[in-house]
């Protein structure tokens, strides 16, 4: 991540927050997949929470906590809906966005497919923690915190996953 694009965003750099987005997209959208488990679902609560992003990110106070204060962003956004009544349907299809030849981009695409379908069939209680360590990428301590669980226990779930 580049502290540069998160302060010249924060400053009103549009072509900055373009490159933030950019990198930052999959893996706010796979953040989503993991709370929501629906892909219209998650895709449209990840696209709200990068749009409110933008909004806030002049109250972000240290530009390095950027991939984590994103995450906490998509994760009330899905918590929101969820609270709404809905309930989330299974996962079906995997992010997209992939490029290259086509091939190539359906190998991709079916491999993804495979790692969703491996995820949705864990209980609950591991799906999530699973999803946000390895999907969204965020570390142990990060998903503690989102959860509200003790470290030890997301270890522990990630070690029976």
Known sequence: ???QD????QAGDTEAFGRLLAEHQ???LACARAWLRDP???????????????????????????PAWLRRVVVKHCDRR??????????SAAPEGVGGDLEQAALHRDARAAVWAAVEALPEHQRVVV???????APQDEVAVLLGLPL??????????
């Open 1 to 3: 991540m580049n502290v």
């Open 6 to 9: 998160v302060l010249a965003a």
């Open 26 to 28: 999959d893996r706010a």
């Open 40 to 66: 219209e679902e998650a895709r449209d609560a990840a696209q709200d929470a990068l749009l409110d992003a933008m909004l806030r990110l002049p109250q972000l106070r240290d530009p390095l906590a950027f």
């Open 82 to 91: 969820t609270r709404g009544g809905q309930r989330p349907a299974p996962l």
């Open 131 to 137: 999803a946000l360590h390895y999907l969204a990428e």
């Open 152 to 161: 030890s226990t997301v270890k522990k779930r990630l070690h029976d996953a």
